[in-house]
């Protein structure tokens, strides 16, 4: 037997997932069909009567999510001038014959999910969880913090009233729907498998919400069930995102071999990449931007090294040529500026990955004068001019080994910093 309806709470909502009948706490959340509607004409069942799992296979998040340490509007206090939408004093009595039992079918509109995703109806959809405060407290840190104690506004109010209301505006309904179910024990609800781009949205939702050991079973299927595809070996978009999955869910492993990846193939617009994408933490970012830089820049000193070595007055030859030091010289200057790292180019090194300057050195003709020439005085094409060839390779092997990606134990959660655009942490 469900509980009332509590008066005090707004009035449902036509997208309702009850998680605990019983429920304390109604989560409050907002459905953005300009961002959504795309996306589910062009990934999710369309039309369908029965309310899919759709949602798994949504947007991008793009929306930062409130911070926890900075109180969010209470329902019970709505600002003068943004007067709360929802009426607390308009619940009707017929609401709660109204309430539906079954969780996987969201409320009195159990379609609204597929007919909306019909129509253009560019409004803000309210959605509506009911769920239990005991479940949220032990799952979650945050929630623990925030209905836990009399921090909060709606903690206090759980704790006078026996309920509550908590407005989670930013949050993503749909990768919330799924971890609800995981910290209600409705764990046959919840999807094996998810896309990367749903991944990627729990992910935030679970560090967001502190959730990590709550999910943990289901974050590891999901993450073996993707892996059954191979993982990036080169940059891609995917990169940033298991980047940020890895990170949230301590996959040592991946987290190393992403942060590689990108250690050598992003270049100086990675930042702007990573503001796009899932909201790694900002000191990630910066490291593997530094790492980046440290090796073009000791790539490039590699070659200014032997052209300083060459420039000098002595003859570096084996054979004590004079023109065989000249040609070397004028080979790696003129090679140098063909591959544009002559003049020297500065940071941030604009367009340049450590990856194809390592290949565009490799690929440097060195010439030289030791007993090469053809019979008509004209140079051959040597390939290891007296051996820098050899020097130079040594040197890219070495700043490759030192480029094995980020240390995940340096960047757990808790030892990090959120960049400023997510607003949270
Ligand atoms: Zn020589």
Redesign the pocket.
């Known amino acids: 037997m469900d509980a009332a309806w509590p008066p005090t709470w707004p009035k449902i909502a036509e997208e309702l997932y009850i998680f605990d009948p019983r429920g304390d706490v109604l989560l409050i959340l907002e459905r953005r069909p300009e961002k959504d509607m795309a996306e589910y004409v062009d990934e999710a069942p369309k039309c369908e009567d029965e309310a899919r799992p759709a949602e798994y296979e949504e947007p991008a998040l793009e929306e930062p999510a409130l911070d926890w340490l900075q109180p969010e509007p209470s329902v019970e206090e709505p600002q003068a001038e943004e007067p709360s939408p929802y009426e607390l004093d308009t619940v009707e009595p017929e609401a709660e014959a109204e309430q539906e039992k079954d969780s996987t079918r969201p409320g009195s509109s159990v379609g609204s999910i597929s007919t909306a995703s019909c129509m253009v109806k560019p409004e803000i959809q309210q959605v509506q969880m009911r769920v239990s405060s005991r479940h949220l407290i032990l799952a979650s840190a945050t929630f623990r913090a925030y209905l836990g104690s009399d921090k909060f506004s709606e903690g206090r109010t759980l704790q006078t009233k026996g309920n509550a209301v908590v407005l989670l505006a930013d949050e993503d309904p749909d990768a919330m729907v799924i971890v609800l179910h995981i910290i209600h024990g409705l764990t046959r609800k919840v999807p094996r498998q998810v896309s990367l781009e749903m991944l990627s949205r729990l992910a935030f939702v679970v560090n967001h919400r502190q959730m990590h050991e709550a999910v943990e079973l289901f974050s590891d299927i999901w993450i073996e069930n993707l892996k059954q595809n191979p993982l990036p070996g080169r940059y891609t978009p995917e990169v940033l995102s298991w980047l940020f999955i890895f990170w949230v869910f301590q996959k040592e492993d991946g987290f190393r071999n992403m942060s590689q990846i990108l250690e050598r193939e992003s270049d100086h617009s990675l930042e702007d990449e990573a503001d796009a994408g899932p909201p790694l933490p900002a000191s990630i970012i910066g490291n593997i931007g530094q790492n980046r830089l440290y090796c073009i820049e000791s790539t490039i000193q590699v070659i200014y090294d032997l052209i300083t070595k060459y420039s000098g007055p002595e003859i570096i030859?084996?054979?004590d040529?004079f023109a065989?030091d000249a040609i070397l010289l004028g080979s790696l200057l003129k090679r140098s500026a063909t591959i544009g790292i002559s003049p020297r180019p500065k940071n941030p090194y604009p367009g340049m990955t450590f990856k194809r300057l390592a290949e565009q050195i490799r690929e440097m003709q060195v010439l030289?004068?030791?007993g090469h020439t053809s019979g008509d005085g004209t140079y051959y094409d040597y390939i290891n001019g007296?051996g820098i060839k050899d020097s130079i390779e040594a040197s890219l092997r070495s700043l490759e080994d030192r480029m094995c990606g980020l240390k995940l134990e340096s960047f757990l959660p808790h030892k990090t910093t959120m960049k400023s655009k997510c607003g949270f942490f």
Do not use: E, L
């Open positions: 030859c084996c054979n040529r065989c030289d004068n030791c007296n």
